[in-house]
């Protein structure tokens, strides 16, 4: 894409930029006594669909649809942004699979803001038809559907489904041609896998259990990283420390919501370059991923709240803002 095509889109995202929340925000949040009072605070900073409405939930989702209505908007090019939406399909996927396998139906779990919505996943796996599915869930779809059907263990299901949700973000990320969309991709394929090793050491699972789960990568060893998990918790700090998530090692030593934190903020700390950054798809991707951010951090205040946590408790999900 022409870098002039992305000057104008850059400018309105800066624009936009300006009334993301800052860290101060959050402490004005984390300060109100209970939900409705950070609702409220919300409303006035314009969250929400502009009514004074005080629903936390429809809040929340308004605001998510508005991140996307700007995108769309602006971006020359949507496609790049599909790996960001990979995660809502696979969900789908491994929905729709359990749901026509167990015969329960439980249509509430889907997502209809991605490319193929719940109905339309449900229909594809009712039918067998998954050729209609794109490459690189095609494969894995009938492969999941039928380990669930002959064998009807369900983790497996998700395993098979999760992997190929991997791969298919790294691939996405380097058919992009976009260094920080490439940067994202490995981000988070190595840092599921961190998280799988961390799971499967906990729930004693075999080696090849974990190399099943896991997709390969550049930035982890994930035959490395497997053996360690065998080995102990230990020895998955130990290996963590040469490479580039060492950090993650301290945090996953605190607690699992201490590395999850952790994960997020890093992510944050990579893509601040883009604030300066006016000639790439780069400012969009990372506004998207910056709202996202800041929405996930008002939803954990808000659960909080409503539930009477201690502010500390509150305070070790918070993750830092993009702003």
């Not at 009072?37 to 006035?44: A, G, K, N, T």
């Not at 502009?50 to 998510?64: F, I, N």
């Amino acid at each position: 894409m022409h870098d002039l095509e992305y000057t104008y889109a850059v400018a309105r995202i800066r624009a936009l930029e300006v009334s993301l929340l800052s860290q101060s925000v959050i402490e004005q949040l984390m300060a109100c006594k209970n939900e409705r009072q950070c609702v409220q605070i919300l409303v006035e900073k314009g969250w929400g669909d502009g009514t004074g409405t005080l629903d936390a939930v429809d809040m929340l989702k308004r605001e998510e649809e508005k991140i996307w209505e700007v995108v769309s908007d602006l971006a020359p090019d949507l496609s790049v942004f599909d790996v960001l939406s990979y995660n809502k399909v696979f969900h789908n996927l491994k929905a729709a699979i359990k749901i026509v396998c167990t015969g329960v139906d439980n249509r509430a779990v889907f997502y209809n803001d991605c490319s193929i919505s719940g109905d339309t996943m449900l229909q594809i796996v009712q039918n067998k038809e998954f050729q209609r599915l794109p490459s690189h869930m095609a494969q894995a779809a009938a492969e999941a559907y039928d380990t669930l059907l002959h064998t009807g263990d369900g983790q497996l299901c998700d395993v098979i489904v999760d992997k190929a949700a991997l791969e298919a973000i790294l691939q996405a990320g380097k058919d992009s041609g976009e260094e920080m969309i490439e940067h994202y991709a490995e981000s988070i394929t190595a840092i599921a896998n961190i998280k799988i090793a961390v799971r499967c050491q906990k729930t004693g699972k075999s080696i090849e259990f974990m190399k099943r789960a896991m997709a390969k990568c550049d930035t982890v060893n994930v035959e490395q990283l497997a053996k360690a998990a065998a080995s102990g918790m230990d020895a998955v700090k130990e290996y963590l420390l040469g490479t580039e998530y060492a950090k993650g090692a301290q945090a996953l030593e605190d607690s699992p919501s201490a590395f999850e934190r952790w994960c997020d903020n890093r992510m944050m700390e990579t893509i601040k370059p883009q604030k300066y950054n006016a000639f790439s798809v780069g400012p969009l991707f990372a506004y998207v991923l910056a709202r996202e951010n800041e929405i996930k951090t008002v939803r954990i205040i808000l659960s909080g709240k409503q539930n009477d946590f201690p502010d500390e408790v509150i305070r070790e999900r918070i993750r830092d803002m993009y702003v």
